[in-house]
T-cell receptor, first 110, second 114 residues
Framework: GENVEQHPSTLSVQEGDSAVIKCTYS??????FPWYKQELGKRPQLIID???NVGEKKDQRIAVTLNKTAKHFSLHITETQPEDSAVYFC?????????WGAGTKLIIKP | DTAVSQTPKYLVTQMGNDKSIKCEQN?????MYWYKQDSKKFLKIMFS???????INETVPNRFSPKSPDKAHLNLHINSLELGDSAVYFC?????????????FGEGSRLTVL
């Protein structure tokens, strides 16, 4: 079955710098890759997603890239701000079930 | 208007008790889920219902029983609570299954078993 690995588990960056979180998946048939953000004490919320027919997608300071050959996808956050501090989850799906990564805690240092 | 609402938000109970968590969505979605998030923050799928039909039933003790009276509601009943059941339980809904789009989560129900 599908397996999703997410790295790093914790990422600490200076405010204003960029942050990159990487995920790899095992099932080449997976075709949908969302990223969720969970602030402390809150619910997870979708921030961006990408489908396998697209290599990159951007939304303001957030971008996701997908490399189908290598079976990995990454979340890029530029010009990080204090409100970017949260746990970020990647996931992969080919049909009825989402397979989740273990999460990355992003810490923004002032 | 809250899209996915679950009650109660907090539950503190003794080992061995039975408790229920209720979930309702007003988004008109076909699929609803229960997730467990433990202290390490990992999101573990427990159950998924599509139009009141169970489609995902992960390896969860049979003390956990979901019930979907209609496609807008998915409740979770837990019998004989154990210390290891302490976690945050999230209800979620989506328009379809898995790869069809965004999951909308409820605020979570924090269960503490003493």
């Amino acid at each position: 079955g599908e397996n999703v690995e997410q790295h790093p588990s914790t990422l600490s960056v200076q405010e204003g710098d960029s942050a990159v979180i990487k995920c790899t998946y095992s099932d080449s048939a997976s075709n949908y890759f969302p990223w969720y953000k969970q602030e402390l004490g809150k619910r997870p919320q979708l921030i961006i997603d990408i489908r396998s027919n697209v290599g990159e997608k951007k939304d303001q300071r957030i971008a996701v890239t997908l490399n189908k050959t290598a079976k990995h996808f990454s979340l890029h956050i530029t010009e990080t701000q204090p409100e970017d501090s949260a746990v970020y989850f990647c996931a992969a799906s080919k049909s009825y079930q989402l397979i989740w990564g273990a999460g990355t805690k992003l810490i923004i240092k002032p | 208007d809250t899209a996915v609402s679950q009650t109660p938000k907090y539950l503190v109970t003794q080992m061995g008790n039975d408790k229920s968590i209720k979930c309702e969505q007003n988004l008109g979605h076909d699929t609803m889920y229960w997730y467990k998030q433990d202290s390490k923050k990992f999101l573990k799928i427990m159950f998924s219902y599509n139009n009141k039909e169970l489609i995902i039933n992960e390896t969860v003790p049979n003390r956990f029983s979901p019930k979907s009276p209609d496609k807008a509601h998915l409740n979770l009943h837990i019998n004989s609570l154990e210390l290891g059941d302490s976690a945050v339980y999230f209800c979620a809904s989506s328009p379809g299954q898995g790869n069809t789009g965004e999951l909308f989560f409820g605020e979570g129900s924090r269960l503490t078993v003493l």
